[in-house]
């Protein structure tokens, strides 16, 4: 098996403001030195996503690649899953729907995955398998800048704010995945802070998903929505963003307590597009207070 030292690794920064970091000469396959892994660890909690390019993992080999940097969660939607290997989900094209002709995928408007959990999954990893020969990019923006840039009275007005997720917010602007009676049953319903802090790097970030924010704790509705809807405007700005275009063997890893993310439906929908996803157990979200 050949071995990695981490003088072979390369490394890039993917944008100005330091969201995202592309990696090359690290086989995520091989056994990996523990300080290849800890250098791996340390700069996706600092970039936040972490793209490896040139990987080609079958599904055992993605589930080791993954426990580099936690545990995984089992999967949500069984019927997303590898038979053989049911904590791998896959996303591919020739499961999603279409309605007048345009393809429509799940995930697309910015969020975070699964915030209505108690424990809400901290890193989502994708592999890709195969790919349109166009489209079908994976958006990122980085909730801690944008947190940070925020005006110091949003800040003090935010910072003890509580928001309770759900599976499908009665406002969600996308349809969620239709859930089997039990799965719907298991569906949790978490109260989060709208500004988290991260448990490694200690940063702040705006923790939003419209599509699961059932308004604000204490809040009216109105104002409720109108101030997710201001915090979500203003953290998808483009000069947050890194958009990923995506190569055959990338293995990329986000942070859910650093970035929100969305998906693309912009491919042709007689081309295949085919992804191994992966998700880490987090922990409890801390907030400011
Ligand atoms: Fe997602």
């Known amino acids: 098996m050949k071995t990695m030292t981490r003088e072979r690794m390369q490394t890039q920064t993917l944008t100005d403001h330091g969201l995202g970091i592309e990696i090359r000469g690290v086989d995520l396959g091989s056994d990996l030195p523990a300080s290849v892994a800890q250098a791996l660890r340390d700069l996706w909690h600092e970039h936040a996503v ?121 406002r969600s602007p996308r349809k969620m995945a239709v859930l089997s009676p039990q799965e719907r049953a298991e569906a949790a319903a978490s109260s989060q802070p709208i500004v988290i802090v991260h448990p490694v790097s200690g940063r702040a ?46 293995f990329v890893l986000w942070d859910n307590r650093s970035v929100m993310h969305q998906a693309n439906a912009d491919f042709d929908p007689q081309e295949f597009r085919y992804l191994y996803r992966l998700m880490l157990k987090g922990a409890p979200l801390r907030g400011l207070a």
């Open 50 to 170: 972490l793209v490896v390019r040139e990987q080609r993992l079958d599904p055992a080999a993605f589930l080791r690649a993954a426990q580099i940097f936690g545990d995984i969660l089992p999967q949500q939607l069984g019927k997303f899953s590898l038979p053989d290997y049911p904590l791998v989900g896959t996303i591919s094209s020739r499961d999603l729907p279409t309605r007048d002709g345009k393809l429509h995928v799940r995930g697309e408007n910015y969020h975070t995955d699964h915030s209505n959990f108690r424990e809400p999954p901290m890193g989502t990893m994708l592999h890709a398998i195969e790919l349109p020969s166009r489209g079908g990019d994976t958006q990122f923006v980085d909730v801690r800048l944008a947190y940070d840039e925020l005006p110091e009275a949003m800040k003090a007005r935010i910072a003890t704010l509580r928001s309770t997720h759900v599976y499908e917010s009665s």
């Open 205 to 250: 970030a705006l923790y939003l998903n419209t599509g699961r924010m059932e308004g604000i704790e204490g809040l009216p509705d109105d104002e409720a929505y109108a101030l997710i809807n201001a915090l979500y405007q203003h953290a998808t700005q483009p000069c947050y963003e890194y958009r990923h275009r995506w190569q055959p063997g990338d």
